[in-house]
């Protein structure tokens, strides 16, 4: 099926070929194993004490299939956690109770091109969409968001985004923490008015002149030059949630955890690191486990990037209380306000060690997972990787200088089912106003690529040493971060579907002006 040589090396990069069907489940609607329904509407949320925010929020309901499936937390704004196992054939309603149109991406999984969620598929109000695919990725930490043309920003910022956490076999075999001591973290930051709600500082004509429409019901905006502004740098609130809702002191046991750390911010970069220098330990990245843990002094998370972190809180004294922090770095340069501002050390989570069982501190298995090595000569591009220079025009980003066209008679990017490409992201710079360059979070849909190099021009080195230590790169990634003067090269796979896909900026301000394109897959 793929042109490679080394039959188990190319077996191993590729996702699995063959659409997996599990055997032996009841059938339910359409043949399918687990049968949900999301709504997507308007809801409460108590993110902050006293008046409830009012937020957009996906409401689900399992129609059929294992309860486990899906996972309601009550009082966030995050949808429910959907909990599905390779090789399940899924089947999710979306109901679009929302003023205007929206879609549903399935973050970093592997589904056929009208499962994706490309805002081509858009969902008018009062429609329904179904979602029907078979789970063929590794287990991991995935996530699903709202994706409308041009408001994928916004819609997210009011809350339409849940997790998508996929087990397999291989993974369930492996002595990792489990239930309660298995903790996912989403976080995302957010700015309230004084009324507890929304803050969102993208002005309603930036949007609408940009896309040519206006968009009704008094979205919280500001206009203006700082409305304009924040449509161009990106959108950091001021305040932090997790998990959908206000941080608090969360109480752990002695013992391991496993982390989930999930970046559903619009636009904001983490660092994240244990307050008191304990190295991160590693276990996963986007697309699953790395193949042995990774120690870090501290841990870059771009948006839409997800890490799996192992701790053993038996590493500290009983009636700790060990903090994970977000530690200072250079070269994101965003519009920075309020108490958060970018770039700068704040708390993520207080955790207070109780309980008075107590072990020596376990290290995680050593041996996670096989990865295949990831070896450029594979691609068919190999001699010359395809070149995406990062630009920024008046007022909007782009792709080699253009922005994204929902509907072009040819995409620019063409690639052929069945092979392997090495793509570059280039930041230089291409097209910015002063100099300014500001990093960006690739992301690629319908696939998971492995990072093979990264290189840094020498007048950003410098900021550059404040994040390079906290790059994971070893595993499987569908989102990278590429830092002011940097490229960066991805060695991705098409297998299985053809089809019109999405390339974009994760930075959901710099998606909504055009940072977006469209590339095919051709049979
Ligand atoms: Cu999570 Cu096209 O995005
Ligand atoms: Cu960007």
């Known amino acids: 099926r793929l042109l490679l040589k080394g039959g188990s090396v190319a077996a191993a990069l590729a996702l699995p070929a063959t659409r997996v069907v599990a055997a032996g489940r009841p059938e339910v609607a359409g043949g399918a194993d687990v049968h949900i329904e999301l ?34 937390h009550a009082g966030s704004s995050l949808g429910p956690t959907l909990r599905l196992r390779r090789g399940q054939r899924v089947r999710i309603e979306l109901l679009n109770e929302l003023p205007e149109a929206t879609t549903i991406h399935w973050h970093g999984l592997h589904v056929p091109d009208d499962m994706d969620g490309h805002p081509r598929h858009a969902v008018a ?8 695919f078979t ?41 990792l923490p489990r239930g309660a001591y298995d903790l996912s973290l989403v976080l995302q930051d957010r700015s309230f008015d004084s009324d507890n709600q929304l803050v969102y500082p993208v002005s309603e004509s930036a949007e609408s002149s940009m896309h040519g429409r206006m968009q009704g019901g008094g979205m919280m905006g500001r206009g203006g030059m700082a409305g304009m502004m924040a449509r161009m740098m990106g959108v950091l609130g001021d305040e932090l949630l997790l998990n959908g809702r206000m941080p608090q002191r969360l109480e752990v046991r002695a013992r391991p955890y496993r982390l989930r750390l999930v970046n559903a911010s619009n636009t904001r970069t983490y660092k994240l690191a244990w307050s008191n220098g304990t190295p991160l330990a590693v276990i996963g990245t986007d697309g699953g486990l790395l193949d042995s843990p990774q120690a870090r002094e501290y841990l870059m998370l771009a948006p839409a990037e997800r890490a799996e972190v192992w701790v053993d809180f038996a590493r500290w004294a009983p009636g700790a209380a060990p903090a994970l922090e977000s530690l200072e770095f250079d070269g994101a340069m965003t519009m920075g306000s309020g108490r958060l501002p970018d770039g700068s050390r704040f708390e993520v989570l207080r955790f207070a060690v109780v309980g008075s069982e107590r072990a020596a501190p376990r290290q995680p298995p050593q041996r996670l997972t096989e990865l295949p090595a990831a070896r450029p000569a594979i691609a068919v591009n190999a001699r010359r990787p395809k070149v995406f220079d990062l630009t920024m025009g008046m007022m909007v980003w782009g792709v080699d200088g253009r922005s994204f066209e929902m509907l072009q008679a040819s995409p620019e990017e063409t690639v052929k089912l069945g092979t392997h490409e090495i793509w570059e992201f280039r930041n230089e710079g291409r097209g910015a106003m002063m100099g300014m360059v500001m ?14 190099g990264r290189q840094v021009m020498d007048r950003f080195a410098a900021a550059y040493r404040t994040v390079s230590g906290g790059l994971v790169d070893g595993g499987w990634k569908d989102t990278v971060l590429v830092m002011p003067g940097e490229r960066v090269q991805v060695l991705v796979g098409f297998s299985d579907y053809s089809g019109l896909f999405l390339y974009h900026c994760h930075m959901l301000e710099h998606e909504d002006s055009g940072l977006m394109r469209n590339y095919l897959v051709k049979a």
């Open 39 to 72: 709504r997507a509407g308007h809801g409460e949320a108590a993110l902050r004490p006293g008046k409830p925010t009012s937020v957009w929020r996906y409401t689900g309901r399992l129609l059929a299939g294992d309860p486990a499936s899906l996972q309601v």
């Open 439 to 452: 990093a960006h979070s690739m992301h690629i849909h319908g696939v998971q690529f492995r990072v093979i």
């Open 125 to 132: 109000p009062g429609q329904r969409y179904i979602y029907d």
């Open 135 to 175: 789970v063929l990725n590794r287990a991991g930490t995935y996530w699903y968001h709202a994706h409308p043309h041009g408001r994928t920003g916004p819609q997210v910022y009011r809350g339409l985004a849940g997790l998508l956490l996929i087990d397999d076999d291989e993974e369930s075999a492996l002595d």
